[in-house]
């Protein structure tokens, strides 16, 4: 059915400058998933990120969210993203974190307008839905990176997005914290019934949570049920990474003291 597809690459190539960074690419994503990407550093995960985003235009090929051509789609509001760098917030930004979750709103239609009551409350239940709640009021710099990661995910929360895509997001999220970030992403999934795309290096642990796995090196070469991906072989990911790679290395995130 087309409308269980929230997501469809169809051969879709890029090049920056000279050079290829995605090829032929083709992928659907469906309603209710969970997706993990993988792949080498290099090999076109945030290139691949930017063009489902609309930031970038592909070379060939095309790409459609729910149904309608990325590039007259209008429902942005749908689409989540917390990018990688989101949660290096220093002790000295000036905001605090429910005017950090407002700016969602902002940023969804892209014109500045005072914030209502409602806005808050929103922004309010976003919080309460990341159990950030009682942070509400500290300044963003203040929080460990496992915190401002979840004050980030309630960003891009504020709008109800039916689609989530987040980029490295356990980077700097300490390793003991690592199980309850995963904890937030299944509730997120199975109880909100939002689709996940979570781009991680840690492949071990993300297949172990995500029901899917996309594996890229420029072209795909893995998509399927997470359990299927397992079946791949050391020998397979390591010659494919160019480096020795266990299905399950177990790199819990960063130690933030803080957390
Ligand atoms: P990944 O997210 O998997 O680490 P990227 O999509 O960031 O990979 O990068 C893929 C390739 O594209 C890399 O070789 C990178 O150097 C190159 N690249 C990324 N961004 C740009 C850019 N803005 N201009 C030129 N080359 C780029």
Known sequence: MTDNKVLE?????????????VKDVSLTIEAGQFFGLVGP?????????????????????????????VRSFKHWEEIGFVSQKA?????GFPATVLEVVKTGLISKTG???????NDRE????ALKTVEMEDYFNHN???????????????????????FLILDEPTVGVDAKHVADFYQLLHKL?????????MVSHDIGTITEHASHVLCMNKTIHFH?????????????????????????THNHGEVDPRD
């Open 9 to 21: 690459m169809d051969n879709v190539s890029f090049k920056y400058e000279k050079e290829t960074v």
């Open 41 to 69: 550093n290099g090999s076109g995960k945030s290139t691949l990120i930017k063009l489902m985003l609309g930031l970038l235009k592909p070379t060939k090929g095309s790409i459609k969210l729910f149904g309608s051509p």
């Open 87 to 91: 949660n290096s917030f220093n002790s």
């Open 111 to 117: 014109l500045f307008r005072f914030y209502n009551k």
């Open 122 to 125: 929103k922004a309010m239940q």
């Open 140 to 162: 963003i710099g203040e929080l460990s990176g496992g915190q401002q990661q979840r004050v980030f995910i309630a960003r891009a929360l504020v709008s109800d997005p039916k």
């Open 189 to 197: 999934n199975r109880n909100e019934g939002i689709t996940l795309l």
């Open 224 to 248: 399927g049920e997470s359990h299927e991906y397992k079946a791949f072989s050391n020998e397979d990911l390591s010659r494919l990474y160019g480096h020795p790679v266990q299905q399950l």
